[in-house]
Structure formats: structure tokens, C-alpha cells
DNA sequence: TCAATTATTCAAGGATTGTTGAAATATGGA
DNA sequence: TCCATATTTCAACAATCCTTGAATAATTGA
């Protein structure tokens, strides 16, 4: 990830309604969630759902792919990852005592190791 | 870290000038930098560099000292590690897919373990 | 084709953020 | 005390971002 995708992923990440929307879509898993169910779950109208919506594709945080009458939401792990080691590599270098904190938290959400190719 | 704080972080990351502030700190080290190095090394006015670390501060990435003159700014690693974190847990949850390739990364900056309480 | 559903786009206005240069504050030395 | 240094604060303006509601577009079923 460069400066220029990191800058973008921050500003999106910046905004309230938006951070809600990644954690929702994050949680929400692989199959995402329709742009509608996102406003209602929010709490924000149709076109301001849009707006959020589309400054976080611009980031590439998230992605939209249609479904029949749906728009179909889902967040980019990859882009997530890729902003993780961002912070990590950018922020740490020399550092450790700052990641290696961080990572003590990976193990938490790493139960299947074995599984995993690394990409 | 709470949402609140991570929003604060995201929004102070997600200038140019002021990523790059954090970036100049975190190399620079414990030590830190007084305001006008940094001016001078990011190449902005003395009145705009203390916008930006006044705003880096509010934010709790950075923290300052006077010393003399000079006010010492210095990247707060903890901050940086509970940002990362944040990111981690939040994103993760669940997914580990998103989270194993970041921690495959935290080693690269980890070359001193044995001397590391973890605070 | 017509109506209903789902969602986006657009323009307008308000709110927040960033930049600039001048004035103010704090510190230390002559 | 007076001056130089290092930095912040302030006010004004410019730029960007957010919200709103109305209009538009795409899809499906009757």
C-alpha cells in the first residue's frame, strides 16, 4: 500500500457513519450486505448511505457488486490487511516496541493457522 | 482504545503533512523533534507545523515537552500500537483472514523480543 | 408497458478543516 | 532589562466535507 491508498483509507476510517458501516460489513462476513439493510442498520437516509458508501469504495476499503434490485456491500479484507501492515511496517520501522504489542493481539483471531496460505 | 479515540487518530492520519509528521517522529525515536525541525523537514510554515501538531496532540498520537525553547514533540508508541490494534480486533473479529497476514509482518520489526516487557 | 423497489446522482447549503501572515507568549543570554 | 530565538495563537479566507431532499437510473414482476 502506498502513501497515496494509505491517506485515503485513514480519511475514510475518519468518519463516524463510515467507520460504523466497515465494522458492519466486516462482521456481516464474505457475503456482504445490501446498500438498504446498511442505511437502515445506521441509521442514515438512502442518499447519505450513498454518499458514505461511495468514498469508501473510493478507497478501496469496500467493494459493491449488484444483485438483482440490490447493491451489494463488502468489505475489502485484503485492503484491510494491506492498511494493518502499513501502520506496522511505516510505524515500527526500528521500533518494535510499538508492534510487537500489536501483534500479541493477532493470535486472537488467528485459530486456524494451519489453513492458511499466506497471500 | 474506544472509537472515539480511534476516529481522532484516523482523522490525524489522514493529512499529508501530518502522516508525515508521524512518520518523522517515529524514526526520530524516543528523543523526539523540536517543532522547527519539523517545519523545516516537512517543508511548512512554523504557524502551520503547530496546527498540525496541536491537532496530532488532540489526537494523543504525539505527545510534547518544553525544553528550553524548544517544544519537543514525540510520537507516543503506545497510541500507535493501540490504533493498530483497534484496528485488528475490530476488523477481525471473526476473520482471520484479514488479520494473519498483517501479524506475518510484525516479526520484520521485532528483532529484540527477550528485552521486552510487554506494557 | 407500467408500477414498485432499490439505489444513485445532483445541487444547494451548512459545517468543518486547512492555510496564511501578523501579533502574542515563553525562554535564555547579554 | 532588552533583545533574539522558538513557538503558539488569532482572525480571515479558501477549500473540503457532510447533509438534505428532489430527480434520475436500473431491475423485476404484473
Redesign the pocket.
Known amino acids: 500500500m502506498d502513501e497515496r491508498q494509505a491517506l485515503a483509507s485513514f480519511?475514510a476510517l475518519?468518519?463516524?457513519?463510515?467507520l460504523q458501516i466497515v465494522r458492519m460489513l466486516v462482521s456481516a462476513g464474505p457475503s456482504g450486505?445490501?446498500?438498504?439493510?446498511?442505511?437502515?442498520k445506521a441509521q442514515?437516509?438512502?442518499?447519505?448511505?450513498?454518499?458514505?458508501?461511495?468514498?469508501l469504495?473510493r478507497s478501496g476499503l469496500i467493494t459493491?457488486k449488484?444483485?438483482?434490485?440490490?447493491?451489494?456491500?463488502s468489505a475489502d479484507y485484503e485492503a484491510l490487511g494491506s492498511l494493518i501492515r502499513f501502520l506496522m511496517e511505516d510505524c515500527c520501522a526500528g521500533h518494535p516496541e510499538i508492534c510487537v504489542p500489536a501483534a500479541a493481539v493477532a493470535p486472537c483471531c488467528a485459530p486456524t493457522m494451519e489453513g492458511n496460505a499466506n497471500e
Not at 14 to 18: D, G, P, Y
Not at 33 to 40: L, R, Y
Not at 44 to 55: G, R
Open positions: 480519511s475518519s468518519q463516524e457513519t463510515r450486505m445490501p446498500a438498504g439493510a446498511i442505511a437502515e442514515v437516509s438512502p442518499s447519505n448511505v450513498s454518499f458514505h458508501l461511495k468514498e469504495e459493491q449488484r444483485e438483482s434490485r440490490s447493491i451489494i456491500y
